[in-house]
């Protein structure tokens, strides 16, 4: 991760243009914390990429990092896009913004091959249950028996992004809700820290077509039902670590790859956030239970990420020469007897 920046910055240097989505959207919360996680980690502005597909969620890259690099492709395929563009440049920091059409529908398909690749980014999922930009059907993830004015109810069940993450074996796995700005900050910090996938499904209210009282996407909802699995910090490697705030209560700390340390702070569950199974058998739970469970799902911080498996350069392979990038006669020689 970038720190010691050569150049100071200002928070303000992280802020990207005006929002024009509605006020009171819980996309545009989610941009807040965005720009305050790379802040105070301090990662420098242009060493990131913001990717993002169609939909509302996927405007959202234009409101944070304004002096990023940015890629809005087609519906679903901001996947391939990031793959492409982090397996070129492994010096950059990606960040994939999502929404559950994007993801959990057209894009399902790149969706779970990103994730069993572990290409190392992260990769957030506004969840808000309509299609809001189309003028509010209902989406892969809206619970089943949804009443809305223009669509009635609907039939089918929901897609559960955390789950198919998991089941995808993605190696970060985290669910948290816009209307607690704390916890979503946090989550962002660990996964800009993680050496992989990092999968945050945000629970973020369409204040305009899925604000109704008991929709399981609207602030009211979110705000009585949700349960927080533990508090979490997240302490960078070279910050002086101190966990006296946690000491009335069960601490488990996860270290990252490069040093830093995720602190989760046991609340009423007994969870390890390093068990899959327990990760499956809680979103379970809270299915059936219509909990709105949050925190650090799952984290497996030693497996190799996607630009590990292929012991890629540090040197972007778009700033290679072609000498550097071609085999040389004698290899492609070798490669070619082996046709015959």
Not at 26 to 41: K, M
Request: aromatic residues 8%; contains cysteine.
């Amino acid at each position: 991760m970038e720190q010691n920046i050569p150049i100071e910055y200002v928070k303000g240097d992280f802020r990207g243009l005006p929002s024009t989505l509605c006020q009171g959207c819980g996309h545009n919360s989610i941009s807040s914390q965005i720009i305050s996680a790379c802040f105070e980690l301090g990662i420098q502005p242009e060493k990131v990429i913001k990717f993002s597909g169609i939909g509302c969620s996927s405007k959202s890259p234009t409101y944070f990092l304004s002096r990023s690099f940015g890629f809005n492709g087609l519906h679903g395929r901001m996947p391939s896009l990031a793959l492409g563009t982090l397996f070129a440049d492994t010096s950059l920091k990606g960040i994939g913004i999502s929404g559950d059409g994007d993801t959990a529908s057209i894009g399902m398909g790149q969706f779970k091959h990103l994730v069993r690749r572990n290409m190392p980014m992260v990769y957030i999922v506004e969840n808000n249950g309509v299609y809001g930009l189309t003028k509010g059907q209902f989406s892969a993830t809206a619970e089943k028996g949804l009443m809305l004015k223009k669509q009635g109810s609907n039939p089918y069940l929901p897609v559960d992004i955390a789950m198919e993450a998991l089941v995808s074996n993605a190696t970060f796995v985290a669910r948290s809700f816009a209307g607690d700005p704390k916890q979503v900050k946090e989550l962002i910090k660990a996964a800009l820290s993680h050496n992989g996938i990092a999968v945050i499904d945000i629970i973020s209210p369409c204040v305009t077509f899925n604000n109704q009282e008991g929709s399981l996407h609207s602030y009211n909802w979110g705000k009585d039902r949700e349960a927080p699995l533990h508090e979490i910090s997240f302490i960078p490697p070279r910050d002086e670590i101190m966990v006296e705030d946690f000491e009335e209560g069960s601490v488990r700390e996860v270290t990252m790859h490069d040093g830093s340390l995720v602190i989760l702070k046991k609340l009423e569950n007994d969870y390890d956030p390093t068990d899959r199974w327990q990760a499956l058998r809680i979103l379970e739970d809270a299915q059936r239970n219509n909990w709105m469970t949050t925190g650090l799902l799952y984290i497996k911080p030693d497996i190799p990420s996607l630009v590990d498996m292929y012991d890629l350069p540090e040197q972007p392979l778009n700033r290679m020469k072609p000498n550097q990038l071609r085999p040389e006669e004698r290899v492609l020689n070798e490669v070619n007897a082996m046709m015959f």
